[in-house]
């Protein structure tokens, strides 16, 4: 991906550099997921389910990137108040940029997963890293293109996830919504069972939890 280069996402176009995840389809389901618990419908026809966030959300994305999915969140849901942090100096650029390119507003914080950000959230997004260098079915020629810091993990390619896990259930945060592969979602709804968080959806990649078993959404 070179410098300057634009990717579509949620109708929007997004500045991309090689600091920075190239925004994919699969994960514009956390947006819709996040909308859907908003109360607001996400696609033409589609009845929205009853809203469970507050009216004024707090919303964190952990590990941001280029912004993609914090910057459509507030956009699409005005009223919300958005954070977004990344652990790389370089991406937050990427994604400040974008932010003000689309004409939004919304609180950058440089952080390791949660160590820096203050304060409580509604509900927690994240595409973390979550590729398992040694899937044998993945390209690591056109993944090279990409930030290994933004693509891999330990432990299957689910150290973060399980990080963010434990740091999201000690903040007490109802919703948590997690990008994974589908062939890890198994084993992050076990562990996320540990920490009494149930599922309440998946979407596609996107996998959907509640803490404390709040009402299934139907």
């Known amino acids: 991906m070179n410098e300057g280069?634009?990717?579509?996402?949620y109708g929007r176009d997004f500045d991309i550099t090689p600091d920075v995840l190239i925004p994919r389809p699969e994960t514009e389901m956390v947006v819709d997921a996040v909308l859907n618990l908003a109360g607001k419908s996400y696609l033409p026809g589609?009845?929205?389910?009853?809203?469970?966030?507050?009216?004024?959300?707090?919303i964190l994305?952990?590990?941001?990137?280029?912004?993609c999915v914090a910057i459509s969140l507030a956009l699409?849901?005005?009223?919300?108040?958005?954070?977004?942090?990344?652990?790389?100096?370089?991406?937050?650029?990427?994604?400040?940029?974008?932010?003000?390119?689309?004409?939004?507003?919304?609180?950058?914080?440089?952080?390791?997963?949660?160590?820096?950000v203050l304060g409580d959230f509604d509900v927690i997004v994240a595409n973390l890293p979550y590729v398992d260098a040694d899937w044998?079915?993945?390209?690591?020629?056109?993944?090279?293109r990409e930030?290994?810091?933004?693509?891999?993990?330990?432990?299957?390619?689910?150290?973060?996830i399980k990080k963010l896990i434990g740091q999201a259930a000690k903040r007490k945060t109802k919703y948590l919504i997690l990008e994974a592969d589908?062939?890890?979602?198994?084993?992050?709804?076990?562990?996320?069972?540990?920490?009494?968080?149930?599922l309440l959806e998946t979407r596609g990649f996107c996998l959907v939890f509640t803490l404390d078993n709040l009402r299934v959404l139907r």
């Open 5 to 9: 280069s634009k990717v579509n996402f």
């Open 46 to 58: 589609v009845k929205p389910a009853p809203r469970v966030l507050p009216r004024n959300p707090r």
């Open 61 to 67: 994305d952990v590990g941001t990137g280029s912004g």
């Open 76 to 116: 699409e849901l005005s009223e919300a108040a958005v954070t977004a942090c990344d652990v790389s100096k370089k991406a937050l650029m990427v994604a400040k940029k974008n932010a003000k390119n689309l004409g939004t507003k919304i609180e950058f914080v440089e952080s390791d997963l949660l160590s820096d």
């Open 136 to 144: 044998d079915w993945i390209d690591k020629k056109a993944l090279s």
């Open 147 to 160: 930030p290994a810091i933004a693509l891999y993990a330990g432990d299957g390619g689910l150290a973060l």
């Open 182 to 198: 589908p062939c890890q979602h198994e084993k992050v709804i076990q562990y996320a069972s540990n920490y009494n968080y149930s």
